[in-house]
T-cell receptor, first 117, second 119 residues
C-alpha cells in the first residue's frame, strides 16, 4: 500500500514555457503533499507543502509565483513550473501524507527530471 | 542550521567488503522519525527504513543493519558484504513532530553519501 505516482518521469521544454507535474496517491487519501527539488549532485530540498483545499506553504527562497501548486483533491497535487528557464532544470519529486498519519510522507513518487533548453 | 549531517561524501569499496554510512542528526523534538533512502542512478528514492525516536533497537534486514543511538544523535547504516548493485547515493533524513503537527511527514535530508562498489 501507500503508493505515490508521479508523471511525467522526464520532460524537456523550451525556455519560457510552462510545465505541469502531477503527483497522485493511488491507494490512500493524501491530505498533504510535499514537493522537493534536487539539483545535480546535491541533496533534496523541500520546496513547498500543499494541503488539500488550501494554499500551499512555500519554503524560504522558493518563488510561489513561479512554482504553482494545486492540491484540488485528496489524491492529486500538481506542480506547475511557469516560464521555465534553464536554471529550473532539476529533479522534482513528491511525497504524500494521508489521513490518520497514513504513509507519514515516507514514500515518494518516482520523480520528474526537468530539462529546460 | 543543518539538521542532518552525513560527513562522508563518497565511499569506495571492493565487492564483499562492509561499508558503514554515518548519520548525525539534530533536533529538539522528543518525537521524531529517522529514515534511510537509497537513490540509484535512475533517480527514484528507495525507502529502506523508518525508525521512531522511542525505539532504539538496532535492526537488521538481510545485508543491511542500522544502529540508532540517541545518546550520540546518530543513526548509522551498514551494508555487509557489499555488492555492485549497492552502488548508489544513500540519504539519511529526519522528520520532526508527530501526527498532529504541521511538520509531520516533512523530511529534512542529509547531503547524501555516494557508495561505489567495484567488482
Amino acid at each position: 500500500g501507500a503508493v505515490v505516482s508521479q508523471h511525467p518521469s522526464r520532460v524537456i521544454c523550451k525556455s519560457g514555457t510552462s510545465v505541469k507535474i502531477e503527483c497522485r496517491s493511488l491507494d490512500f487519501q493524501a491530505t498533504t503533499m510535499f514537493w522537493y527539488r534536487q539539483f545535480p549532485k546535491q541533496s533534496l530540498m523541500l520546496m513547498a507543502t500543499s494541503n488539500e483545499g488550501s494554499k500551499a506553504t512555500y519554503e524560504q527562497g522558493v518563488e510561489k509565483d513561479k512554482f504553482l501548486i494545486n492540491h484540488a483533491s485528496l489524491t492529486l497535487s500538481t506542480l506547475t513550473v511557469t516560464s521555465a528557464h534553464p536554471e529550473d532544470s532539476s529533479f522534482y519529486i513528491c511525497s504524500a501524507r494521508g489521513m490518520g498519519g497514513a504513509n507519514y510522507g515516507y514514500t515518494f513518487g518516482s520523480g520528474t527530471r526537468l530539462t529546460v533548453v | 542550521a543543518q539538521k542532518v549531517t552525513q560527513a562522508q561524501t563518497e565511499i569506495s569499496v571492493v565487492e564483499k567488503e562492509d561499508v558503514t554510512l554515518d548519520c548525525v542528526y539534530e533536533t529538539r523534538d522528543t518525537t521524531y522519525y529517522l529514515f534511510w533512502y537509497k537513490q540509484p542512478p535512475s533517480g527514484e528514492l528507495v525507502f529502506l527504513i523508518r525508525r521512531n525516536s522511542f525505539d532504539e533497537q538496532n535492526e537488521i534486514s538481510g545485508r543491511y543493519s542500522w544502529n540508532f543511538q540517541k545518546s550520540t544523535s546518530s543513526f548509522n547504516f551498514t551494508i555487509t558484504a557489499s555488492q555492485v548493485v549497492d552502488s548508489a547515493v544513500y540519504f539519511c533524513a529526519l522528520s520532526e513532530g508527530e501526527g498532529t503537527t504541521d511538520s509531520w511527514g516533512k523530511l529534512q535530508f542529509g547531503a547524501g553519501t555516494q557508495v561505489v562498489v567495484t567488482p
